[in-house]
């Protein structure tokens, strides 16, 4: 199998999307330990972010073959141009998931059931574009299932505040995918798939603004509930200015800059972090 292709095939050479997916798992940690979590944790859940959104890329892949090379972003994908075949690609969504299974495995029960319903969402988004019409937000819930298995994985439990993150990461996924939509929405036209920067038609940035607010509000609570102090605060007030970069970058509408914007919630994730982290040291 050729190296390079594999390494495309699983997004190592894109750590974004990872990223995207690792934040809210470090916020959840911190604030359900109430401190800097347990080595084993951070490991077992760290690996699990990078094992699932490898996985989902190549279930996305594996679903999309036929029509990623009429995607000018995605055209040059490994399946899309025959570099891997689909049995080799399953092959290695096997081991992603062989070795995803032998880290839940040393969780607890509940959040081991929680784990079948992450891998339910997983297969379940890649299909959501051709019968949704808005699949971002089924991508929202599936990428940020791990919130509620870290709160599972520490406490045993899902307690309000579980849900209050999970509520905010869903609605960030969903601005910021709307971003990335944006990018590709000529060619979703153009194949016939579905998005919701297709969905909100010209009220696209109107409405990523809203989301926008709403996701401080989201962030706002949380602190409060959890009895964050001023330097949290702080970060948020970082966090509305990245927002407001993006709402510049996106303004008319352009494919590269859109892309830009979604790439710079990387950033915006990792602020997050910061101001929780600083309430546990």
Known sequence: MNIKALIHLIRLDKPTGSLLLLWPILWSLCIAAQAIPPSNLLIYFIAGVF???SAGCVINDIIDSRIDG???RTRHRPLAQKKISKQAALMVLGVLLGLALLIVLQLNLKTQLLSIIALVLACLYPCSKY??????LILGLTFNWGVLMCFTAVTNQLPAIAWLIYTTAILWTLYYDTQYAMADKADDLKIGIHSTAILFRHYDTLIISLLQILVIIGLLLI?????FNY???L???AVAGLMI???FLIRHRDRQRCFQAFVNNQWLGGVVFLGVMMQYI
């Open 70 to 72: 009429q995607v000018e």
């Open 131 to 136: 019968i949704f019409k808005a699949p971002q």
């Open 51 to 53: 094992l699932m959104r």
């Open 245 to 247: 970069y993006q709402g």
């Open 235 to 237: 970060t948020i007030v």
């Open 223 to 227: 602190g409060f509930i959890a009895q």
């Open 231 to 233: 330097f949290y605060y």
